[in-house]
């Protein structure tokens, strides 16, 4: 009796081995008509030592060459001909414009910074008609961990999602563990992690860092299988092989005995 509860254990743990994963698939909660609205869609903000693209245009070249050509303390000229300058937000968040002189930057959105110089310009009564596009030039987050193509992924849009980053970096590997990806945001001498189970929507889109800011981390950490393989058999016993090699040598021994 006792060999026989050995067998019948051992073929129940090698059918348990063999069972389909249940944290693979994404957003398991989602139903059909299912809705949901992250209430965290902050654009990206500059802060200190982001760089940024400048460019302006108008009806007079000279004007549009003396904006875009002019490099300040903090300033480089960038591209073929001339085509923006690119800044460093200094410390104390500002940049040095030409002719507008020293402008305090950090907190605004690409977009307010354009219509700030936009309205300056107009203003002053430098030009009639700007037209002002800022671009990031630095900005980028990083992706480590359990997915295809770890690295950092450049920020080239106003608003990046933790499902934008994941992307980019080619998806979570089949190791990767779904129901805890971690995000690291630094705040000054701050840091603060926080968590997010991509199997439950809600934990995504309602997560304080659905959207990302420039230089946080996502880190997906390995499943049970992926630490379990990192030491010499350590997977082993959860592979079907194993338990079938182990339910024939005990039967073998069965017959033996019993015979």
């Not at 009796?1 to 698939?25: E, F, G, H, N």
């Not at 994404?26 to 903000?45: C, H, L, M, T």
């Not at 004007?63 to 000229?77: K, R, V, Y």
């Not at 960038?78 to 923006?84: D, K, T, Y």
């Amino acid at each position: 009796m006792k060999l026989r509860t050995i067998i019948l254990s051992a073929a129940v743990a090698m059918l348990a081995s063999c069972s389909a994963p249940k944290d693979i698939v994404y957003f398991q909660d989602v139903q059909r008509g299912s809705e949901f609205v992250s209430n965290n869609s902050a654009k990206i903000k500059i802060q200190p030592k982001d760089q940024l693209r400048i460019i302006v245009s108008t009806s007079d070249n000279r004007l549009t060459e003396q904006f875009n050509l002019s490099a300040g303390s903090n300033s480089s000229t960038l591209g073929s001909g001339g085509q923006g300058i690119g800044y460093t937000v200094d410390p104390a968040g500002d940049i040095v414009f030409p002719v507008l002189g020293e402008i305090h930057v950090a907190g605004m959105t690409r977009d307010q910074v354009a219509d700030y110089i936009r309205r300056e310009l107009i203003g002053r009564d430098l030009v009639k008609d700007p037209v002002v596009i800022v671009q990031f030039m630095n900005l980028s987050v990083a992706v480590l961990g359990e997915v295809k193509s770890p690295g950092r992924v450049p920020i080239e849009k106003d608003k990046i999602t933790i499902l934008d980053a994941i992307a980019d970096a080619g998806d979570l590997t089949i190791d990767g563990e779904r129901t805890n990806v971690k995000i690291i945001r630094t705040d000054g001498a701050k840091q603060s992690v926080y968590e997010v189970d991509l199997t439950d929507a809600n934990s995504v889109y309602n997560s304080p860092v659905f959207y990302l800011q420039q230089d946080d981390v996502v880190y997906v950490t390995p499943n049970n299988k992926a630490r379990r393989g990192s030491t010499v058999n350590g997977n082993t016993l959860q592979t079907y092989a194993f338990w079938m090699s182990l339910a024939t040598f005990l039967m073998s021994i069965g017959v033996l005995v019993f015979k």
